[in-house]
């Protein structure tokens, strides 16, 4: 039973894609496709829900298709698989309820909801999946669906490239999880996650070969990839601005720390048996989460579009998630870091989500995709949403933030602490540096965070016409609302919960109950240090933005280094352009090669080479027949034809008088023929056997 | 069941029936595209009918099926058929594809002149493939090589599209032939040590030639598939002569006629010389891999849809030579499979290219924008193929990529396969901006009146794209010939 549930689970959205270019042939109603779409998405949150009870049970089970060797296909149920599934298509389900308000009537709802329920079922894949194949079967099918939801209005030129560059920067992740994958298939003879953390000698193997660490550095770079983070962020914010309803990349890029999750596991169980070089791949993992947080909240200060805004916010949150798993790796034990990575995740799932939507129906309202230009607007519904998620977002307490930001902080400390008894400073260095990362990043998604607020909902009246917000999205966003509510508030009790559904994985108990949370974190040094970088953060940007004491606009004009900065940062830190500066460059290599080397080679090789080396040997050939044909064949071959046939000719004409039967002539001949003959035959007798 | 003779026919079928459709123009004319259609398919249906059998065989540890008729008796050498786990799916593509450019000619070279006798070259040319893949000795591989060549010559120089046909058709001819000239006189030499031709023998003969002349074999053979083949940097004819010929002719020439040298190098040079595969091992993979990207790069600098796609064939050759030099298992499986792959999604996207070609009178992209509004079927179909050729999962080539750069590492080519995987970002690179390019954007004046291409262009196409999906998704339908394909030549050159 259960096995078929947890197939059918993600076949069910795959199935209800291949229907809705099928309704569209078919010609019936117009919101047939939404309502398609919807209901097969709902019934995979009722299937993933289902998996519920074995996973809270603890349970693990692996059901696989029997396939020929190098293929493998199987669904995977444990905790982490059943928790993503039911994150997925819950808030795809959500996101699906308000795309069918959103998307409407519009004549390319066809595309949309094709995609829209092959994105789900492709990341359903990714989280179900038992292997590394499958699982990137489901990642590419999700990376495509993004890749078309970008260029949803291809007929824009620019949001058309947009959707080409996204693909191209997501591609560089792939191929580095690619390489992973084939590794360890080359390595382990296996892709199934169960097989690799049961045996591993393929782990002894890559470090004998000396590329455990190169290749694990792949992997993350797939995780990177997807999740957004430095230098691989800027597809998520093109991503947002092109997708319609902009609501999809959230749970895309989560598929990044999901991965990092599944697999920590199986790098820590290497680490903790002596394969030193994954130090530097857990420190990789966790810096690259912090310095993503700090600079990915930097970049969210300046954009004007809420779209950008949110891009970064969800970079720089999943950034938090890498730390934290970066930093289960280095710790002493797993648990704290691991748990704190996959709590954010959840909870992270719902805030984003909420936060996204709040934008968007504020954008949808007021038709403008402009910070600067939604000044006035009043919506009850859109302004709670914004604050629960902002509130949650930049660590006021006691929202889901400022437990879960402090209780990352506080492993790092922790890793500094227990590094400094073993007395390695490199791990001392970075706990430090790691705390002090995140609570810069506190600081500035504090700042961010009130200035989005204080740009939407400033006062002042709004003249345009509004656009009516349809049923199906004002009801979706109140239930994303009070589900995120309820979550975001009771985090602490929620805790301890994770705690014992992970149990299996983590194998210790961190927190007992919620007393021991609150004992854990509230006297902390990080809980003040957060609290102050909040309250820095929030007054300067209050100032700024809420009561406008101060207008950012002269204060820039004053002081040049912060226009500068600003610009900097607006401009995207210029990591756009030098994305562009290297495909430029390609092609302009390629050009160049194909002008210099390709063409002119040809044309060049003509002596020595090998193309037009025909060509050449021919008119040799030619020149050579040319002159062989008068000098050789006519003045040679021929002439002696000539000679001869002359010779041959003025011959006869003598020796005609001799057949004429001149009697003396003939005698004398018979004579000296019979004397030749005689002596002959005297000579050579014996040997001619006469 | 299997029909009698079953091998005999699919590959003597096409140049019968072209022959006779070359005698009788006169009473056919608009009717040769569906009779040669009607033949080529049933070609393929006829090789379709030894499928099971031969499958059966293998698993039951029989011979694979072999066909013989009395040819030359003085030096015994006969005319037959091998029809094995090897050579049966080869042939199938090669079958599968040629019938899908006859069905698309129908409609693409209506407006040609001398209809008859293009069909007649056309089918003659897909015997000469289909008897390369069948051949069970040398003499007759070597005959059924050159029978593809003077057929496609004519072709290129006859229906192609620009006024230089002439000198590429001469081109194309002098290179092509040249290298079987050497692929001939590595035979020879074959001989001369083995006495046999024949190749169901020639793996255990082996040991007879002598070692300081295999390496001298083995490079001839080799050179002489690598100019089919068009590697690096004997790939000269291919660019003009698969951009040149007509679209139909490009899928067939692109498409399969390039694996011909793919198969001659898992026939012949894996079962012989493994030893030498395995010496050389390094040195092809480094050919194979300036080949990808040197390839890729070209593409990359193309504005000629069909220039492009002619580049990217070089490319993806070097993928399969790649596969090939790793002799391990998965590297062997990774090749045969993007044999089968690279031929349906390269002759799909040529096939595209000639439908955009068709309905728009243009060839350069850059001066094409927004067509996917204006064609979405050829658009959907293209973008199927460029994904697959980028290996994007769950489409075809996909399957065939990992396992070919897996292959890499299990031979204990790190480096090599490493630098393999990241070089795909090439080709995903130029595919990608021509898709962008070509079907995104908005609408230019000058495209505002273009149309679909006619339903009876579009039917390969949406073959072609489907097969696409069903190998990406059912990858095990050709994994069932091609592993113990693989598995057979591997533990024959003794790799890994």
């Known amino acids: 039973m259960l096995q078929y549930v947890s197939w059918i689970c993600w076949i069910v959205p795959a199935a209800g894609a291949l229907a809705v270019p099928l309704i569209n042939i078919l010609g019936a109603g117009k919101k047939l496709q939404g309502y398609l779409g919807v209901s097969s998405i709902g019934l995979s949150l009722l299937l993933s829900l289902l998996m519920v009870p074995p996973?809270?049970?603890?349970?693990?089970?692996?059901?696989?298709?029997?396939?020929?060797?190098?293929?493998?296909?199987?669904?995977?149920?444990?905790?982490?698989?059943?928790?993503?599934?039911?994150?997925?298509?819950?808030?795809?389900?959500?996101?699906?309820?308000?795309?069918?308000?959103?998307?409407?009537?519009?004549?390319?709802?066809?595309?949309?909801?094709?995609?829209?329920?092959?994105?789900?079922?492709?990341?359903?894949?990714?989280?179900?999946?038992?292997?590394?194949?499958?699982?990137?079967?489901?990642?590419?099918?999700?990376?495509?669906?993004?890749?078309?939801?970008?260029?949803?209005?291809?007929?824009?030129?620019?949001?058309?490239?947009?959707?080409?560059?996204?693909?191209?920067?997501?591609?560089?992740?792939?191929?580095?999880?690619?390489?992973?994958?084939?590794?360890?298939y080359a390595y382990a003879g296996t892709f199934n996650f169960l097989s690799l953390s049961e045996n591993s000698n393929w782990v002894v193997q890559l470090s004998r070969s000396g590329i455990l660490l190169v290749s694990s550095l792949m992997f993350f770079g797939g995780v990177i990839g997807k999740a957004a983070q430095f230098p691989l962020h800027e597809w998520l914010p093109d991503m947002l601005v092109g997708t319609p309803s902009s609501s999809n990349a959230l749970t895309e890029c989560l598929a990044g720390p999901y991965l990092m999750a599944r697999a920590l596991p199986l790098f820590r169980e290497a680490y903790v048996s002596g394969f030193g070089e994954l130090t530097s791949f857990f420190l990789t993992v966790a810096w690259t989460g912090a310095v993503t947080g700090l600079l990915t909240a930097l970049l969210a200060t300046a954009q004007r579009h809420p779209q950008r805004v949110m891009a970064y916010s969800i970079s720089s949150i999943i950034g938090f998630m890498l730390t934290a798993l970066g930093l289960a790796g280095l710790s002493s034990d797993i648990a704290s870091g691991y748990l704190a990575g996959t709590t954010i995740l959840t909870i992270d799932a719902f805030v984003s989500a909420l936060l996204i939507l709040s934008t968007v129906l504020v954008s949808y309202a007021v038709k403008s995709e402009d910070l600067y230009h939604m000044s006035g607007y009043h919506s009850k519904l859109a302004h709670h949403g914004m604050e629960v998620a902002v509130f949650a977002m930049i660590n006021v307490p006691p929202f889901s933030g400022f437990w879960l930001c402090n209780w990352v902080q506080s492993v790092a400390l922790e890793l500094s602490h227990v590094a400094g008894q073993t007395g390695d400073l490199s791990l001392v260095y970075s706990g430090y540096g790691l705390f002090v990362v995140l609570i810069l990043t506190g600081g500035v998604t504090a700042f961010y965070g009130l200035r989005l607020m204080g740009l939407i909902f400033r006062k002042g009246s709004y003249k345009r016409k509004l656009r009516e917000i349809p049923r199906s999205m004002t009801v979706s966003f109140a239930a994303l609302l009070a589900t995120t509510m309820v979550l975001d508030l009771t985090v602490p009790l929620l805790m301890p919960l994770f705690n014992k559904y992970f149990l299996p994985t983590v194998g210790r108990v961190v927190f007992q109950n919620?007393?021991?949370?609150?004992?854990?974190?509230?006297?902390?040094?990080?809980?003040?240090?957060?609290?102050?970088?909040?309250?820095?953060?929030?007054y300067v940007s209050s100032q700024l933005y809420i009561t406008r004491k101060f207008d950012p606009g002269n204060i820039m004009n004053k002081h040049r280094f912060i226009s500068r900065i600003h610009a900097f940062f607006l401009n995207r830190c210029y990591v756009v352009r030098l994305y562009e500066e290297i495909g430029h460059g390609a092609v302009m290599l390629s050009r160049k090669l194909y002008r210099n080397v390709e063409m002119e080679g040809i044309r060049t090789f003509k002596i020595s080479g090998i193309s037009e080396f025909f060509d050449v040997a021919i008119l040799?050939?030619?020149?050579?027949?040319?002159?062989?044909?008068?000098?050789?064949?006519?003045?040679?071959?021929?002439?002696?034809?000539?000679?001869?046939?002359?010779?041959?000719?003025?011959?006869?004409?003598?020796?005609?008088?001799?057949?004429?039967?001149?009697?003396?002539?003939?005698?004398?001949?018979?004579?000296?023929?019979?004397?030749?003959?005689a002596v002959s035959l005297m000579l050579f007798g014996g040997f001619m056997g006469v | 069941m299997i029909v009698p003779h079953a091998a005999l026919l699919a590959t003597i079928l096409p140049a019968a029936v072209g022959l006779v459709v070359y005698i009788l123009q006169r009473y056919i004319k608009e009717k040769a595209g569906w009779i040669c259609t009607i033949t080529a398919a049933s070609s393929v249906a006829l090789i379709l009918s030894m499928a099971k059998p031969v499958l059966d065989r293998y698993n039951n540890g029989d011979k694979p099926i072999v066909y013989i008729y009395p040819w030359i008796k003085p030096i015994n050498i006969n005319f037959g058929f091998l029809v094995d786990v090897l050579s049966l799916p080869v042939s199938l593509i090669i079958a599968v594809v040629s019938t899908l450019s006859c069905l698309y000619s129908i409609k693409y070279m209506e407006k040609e002149q001398n209809q008859p006798s293009y069909y007649a070259n056309l089918l003659i040319f897909m015997t000469g493939?289909?008897?390369?893949?069948?051949?069970?000795?040398?003499?007759?591989?070597?005959?059924?090589?050159?029978?593809?060549?003077?057929?496609?010559?004519?072709?290129?120089?006859?229906?192609?599209?620009?006024?230089?046909?002439?000198t590429i058709g001469f081109k194309y001819f002098i290179f092509t032939h040249m290298g079987a000239l050497l692929m001939l006189l590595g035979i020879l030499s074959i001989f001369s040590y083995t006495m046999t031709f024949d190749l169901t023998e020639l793996p255990l003969k082996a040991g007879a030639i002598p070692s300081n002349m295999a390496p001298v074999i083995f490079t001839l053979l080799l050179l002489g598939f690598f100019v089919k083949m068009a590697a690096f940097p004997l790939h000269t004819w291919l660019p003009d002569a698969h951009s040149e010929a007509p679209t139909p002719i490009s899928a067939m020439l692109s498409g399969v006629m390039l694996k011909c040298g793919a198969y001659g190098i898992a026939r012949i040079l894996l079962t012989v010389f493994g030893a030498r595969m395995i010496q050389a091992s390094d040195y092809l993979l480094v050919l194979a891999i300036i080949t990808m990207v040197y390839g890729g790069l070209m593409a990359m600098a193309q504005t000629d849809i069909k220039r492009l796609l002619a580049y990217s064939s070089i490319s993806q050759m070097g993928y399969i030579i790649f596969g090939f030099a790793t002799v391990s298992t998965l590297g062997i499986m990774g090749s045969l499979l993007h044999i089968i792959n690279h031929a349906i999604c390269k002759a799909l996207l040529f096939m595209c290219a000639g439908s955009i070609i068709h309905q728009t009178g243009k060839r350069n992209i850059r001066s094409m924008s927004g067509l996917i509004t204006k064609m979405p079927v050829t658009g959907l179909a293209c973008l199927i193929g460029i994904f697959s050729l980028a290996g994007a999962p769950p489409l075809n080539a996909f399957w065939s990529e990992w396992m070919i750069f897996s292959g890499g590492l299990a031979a204990g080519k790190v480096a090599f396969a490493f630098i393999g995987v990241a070089s795909t970002m090439i080709t995903a690179g130029y595919l990608l901006w021509f898709a962008w390019r070509v079907f995104f954007g908005p609408v230019p004046k000058s495209l505002k009146n273009v149309k679909e291409s006619p339903p009876l262009l579009l039917v390969s196409i949406i073959v072609l794209a489907s097969a696409s999906i069903i190998l990406g998704v059912w990858p095990g339908i050709f994994l069932e010939f091609i592993t113990p394909a693989a598995e057979v030549l591997s533990e024959l050159a003794g790799g890994s």
């Open chain 1, 620 to 677: 040799w050939m030619a020149s050579f027949s040319q002159w062989m044909y008068p000098s050789i064949e006519l003045g040679g071959f021929e002439r002696l034809n000539q000679v001869l046939l002359e010779g041959v000719t003025k011959m006869s004409q003598k020796i005609r008088a001799v057949q004429t039967g001149v009697l003396s002539i003939n005698m004398l001949v018979m004579l000296i023929g019979a004397v030749v003959l």
């Open chain 2, 129 to 166: 493939m289909v008897g390369v893949t069948f051949s069970i000795n040398l003499v007759q591989f070597y005959l059924f090589w050159e029978l593809m060549l003077i057929p496609s010559y004519l072709l290129i120089s006859q229906w192609g599209t620009s006024r230089r046909r002439l």
């Open chain 1, 55 to 184: 996973a809270l049970r603890g349970e693990t089970i692996d059901f696989q298709l029997d396939v020929a060797s190098p293929l493998e296909f199987g669904v995977l149920l444990d905790p982490l698989s059943v928790l993503m599934a039911v994150l997925v298509s819950g808030i795809g389900f959500v996101i699906a309820i308000f795309s069918h308000g959103f998307i409407g009537e519009d004549p390319g709802r066809t595309r949309f909801w094709f995609i829209m329920q092959l994105f789900i079922s492709g990341y359903l894949i990714i989280v179900l999946a038992d292997n590394l194949l499958f699982m990137f079967i489901g990642w590419e099918i999700v990376g495509i669906c993004c890749t078309y939801l970008t260029s949803y209005e291809y007929r824009n030129r620019n949001k058309a490239n947009l959707g080409f560059r996204v693909n191209t920067i997501l591609r560089v992740g792939d191929i580095a999880l690619l390489i992973f994958i084939v590794t360890v």
């Open chain 1, 514 to 538: 919620v007393f021991d949370v609150i004992w854990y974190i509230i006297p902390s040094v990080s809980t003040a240090a957060t609290l102050l970088a909040l309250a820095v953060g929030g």
